[in-house]
């Protein structure tokens, strides 16, 4: 009999790239399994166009444990006949849900709280790791070995008529150069300086004839449209706001390069291959950074204080200030030939 297999996977878009490496790795040893993911609502496109899996499973992860969709969900799972589940997630309410749902075999990291609804544990990590890399380190033990640490986007094919409307009614042509910028953050200390991603634009026109892009969401809009008011629209365009996550894959793939800070496009132009320079600040780059079977590249300045820190707030604000447009678009230079 066939095995079923259910990944179930953490909560966040950009947690969930970072998990496709180990559900490749997955697939690679389980060729003739079924294999499905579960994963919210939000996280929905990230894997969708999979093909290492068979199915995406949603689910409103704001349902309190034991409530009605709890279990309806188990219901679910459990007609599904699944067989091993692994828990990319270290939320207890998870593998209660699993546990419910009578997969016999379940398989996680053994944090306390959850190791007697686990059939088998991975001691976690002795020291924290790249999130690529806490997927990948769960599966070995158990006989699943990496097959690369490079993440994967599918999007979808009906993105590639969509994204050129975009781009033909902003003038660029199927060909033209383009570089990608993203000036946003889900928190502004992650955000390198808008006024520099200005001068590093001006430092970039001077030298090559191409179209710069901002990206972001509809959220980040203000951002980008203050960086691209002081230039002419034949210069700098912005897409915040007005692409699909696959049409955003789709515009970093054909990309010249991406410049962007610690945030989820710069980790979707590395699943394209596309050349990354990533600005970093608060955040880590050996835990969080791009991963890539292309070109990738950190720019991270030793300032004297405890970086990495994840503050939220700081007066000092060094880190991101003091990596300065001149040397940032040095950094950019080989990256655009």
Known sequence: MTSRLLIINQNWLGDVLFSTPAIRALRKAYPQSFIACLVPARCRE?????????????????????????????????????????????????????????????????VPGRRRCLTATVPSPAREVHKIDFFLNLLEPLGVPSAGRAPDFFPDPSANAKLQALLNASGIGPGDPYVVAHAGGNWELKRWPADYFVRW?????????????LCGTASEQGISDAIAGGFDSRQVTSLCG????????????????????????????????????????????????????????????????????????????????????????????????
């Open 46 to 110: 990230v894997l969708e166009n999979n093909p290492h899996l068979n199915e995406v499973i949603v689910y409103d992860d704001r349902a309190p444990v034991f409530s009605p969709a709890f279990w309806r969900l188990a219901g679910r799972l459990r007609r599904g006949a699944f067989t091993r589940a692994f828990f990319f997630h270290r939320s207890g309410t998870k593998t209660l849900l699993a546990f419910a749902a009578g997969i016999p075999e379940r398989y996680g990291y053994g």
């Open 201 to 213: 634009i001006r430092l970039f026109l001077a030298k090559f004839p191409w179209r710069v892009v």
């Open 242 to 337: 007005r692409t699909s996550l696959g049409e955003l894959a789709l515009l970093l793939r054909r990309a010249k390069f991406l410049l962007s800070n610690d945030s989820g496009p710069i980790h979707l132009a590395a699943s394209q291959g596309t050349p990354v320079l990533g600005l970093y600040g608060p955040t880590s780059a050996r835990l969080t950074g791009p991963v890539s079977d292309g070109t990738v590249r950190v720019f991270q300045k030793d300032v004297g204080c405890a970086v990495p820190c994840y503050f939220r707030s700081c007066d000092a604000r060094v880190c991101m200030e003091w990596l300065s447009p001149e040397e940032v678009f040095a950094q950019t230079l080989d990256l655009a030939v």
